[in-house]
């Protein structure tokens, strides 16, 4: 359906709906009452006229969509709860599971013929960050991601889902590593005479217990799970991107601009929003109008940020340090 179509019948059901209100509000309210006050009944009709005109433009939109493309933004770090707390303060994304949730809204939506994944994220929880690569694969049409300003770790894991990844010039990419860490607080507590007694069932249920020292055989175990992440890491972004495996591990989990990230095959190309879109223009082979899948946010939510907790998280080191509500930024 050309552009041309698509004004003229969303005009003609706008124009439909504002003439059936007109004539129904000045029947309702003004010409049978006989007790009504002329003023009022031509207030009450201008009223209907408006609620007329807002329902058959969403009848409009919903019959003759101005839409072709989905976008759905990952930005912040990933967590499963959006990193929600109980006080209003800063920091969180969105949860991944309404992220997933509207990727796959999209999927479902017969007028979104491509899906953009606009990515600004140091990454975060790694199942969670799978859940979203999972749904933009399963995205029936072509994906593109594309980042603004990072796209580090978990953030590249979700990329790796997508037919092509593009990012700017500046843009930060890579970081395909996996961090855990614990604090350890022993000597601490035996300066405030704390201790700790352990009351546990399997030698490694209280591994990583920063109350205590770690033994090296814990130590061991710990860092075989951080290994495992990673190899997981490396072999589906391998996969994702076409590149071999030893590729990924020679990166060891550096983070890149977006030119370097290019000449060693992390990203597919360079450019702006209006270039991907072009880009589309030439693939779908049609005019491209973007729509933003958002969440549905009450007050509450959009009060709420709070701090996460993360366990083993993607996107730690130099990924986490350049965002910009951590205080330390990249600028010109």
């Not at 790694?126 to 990072?150: E, K, N, Q, W």
Request: glycine fraction near 12%.
């Amino acid at each position: 359906m050309s552009d041309w179509t698509t004004r003229l019948g969303q005009l003609g059901i706008v124009l439909f709906a504002a003439a059936v209100a007109t004539i129904l509000g000045w029947f309702l309210f003004f010409e049978i009452p006989d007790s009504l006050v002329e003023l009022l009944g031509v207030l009450l009709v201008l009223g209907t006229v408006v609620f007329g005109v807002r329902y058959g433009g969403r009848l409009a939109e919903y019959r003759f969509p101005s839409y072709n493309v989905a976008e759905v933004a990952v930005e912040g770090p990933i967590t499963r709860d959006g990193g929600r707390g109980p006080l209003p303060t800063s920091g969180g994304g969105d949860a991944a599971d309404d992220i997933v949730d509207r990727i796959e809204a999209a999927d479902d939506d017969s007028n979104a013929k491509a899906l953009l994944v606009k990515l600004n994220t140091p990454g975060g929880e790694v199942v969670p960050s799978d859940d979203i690569r999972l749904a933009a694969a399963a995205f029936d049409g072509p994906t593109i991601a594309y980042t603004t300003d990072v796209c580090a770790s978990g953030g590249y894991w979700i990329a790796s889902g997508c037919d092509e990844l593009w990012a700017r010039d500046a843009s930060i990419v890579g970081s395909i590593g996996v961090i855990g860490s614990r604090p350890n607080v022993s000597e601490l507590a035996d300066q405030l005479g704390v201790s700790y007694e352990r009351f546990a069932a399997g030698k490694y249920k209280d591994a990583g217990q920063p109350l205590k020292e770690i033994s090296d055989d814990e130590r061991a175990y710990l860092q075989g799970l951080i290994d495992d992440y990673y190899e997981n890491f490396v072999e589906r972004v391998a996969e994702g991107r076409g590149m071999d495996p030893a590729e990924i591990r020679a990166t060891e989990a550096r983070v890149f601009l977006g030119e370097e990230a290019l000449e060693l095959g992390l990203v597919d190309h360079l450019g702006t929003r209006e270039d991907v879109e072009a880009m589309l223009e030439d693939r779908l082979d049609q005019t491209v109008s973007v729509s933003t899948f958002e969440p549905q946010r009450g007050l509450a939510s959009r009060l709420r940020g709070g701090a996460q907790t993360v366990a083993f998280a993607f996107g730690a080191g130099i990924a986490s340090a350049v965002r910009p509500d951590d205080g330390f930024d990249f600028r010109f």
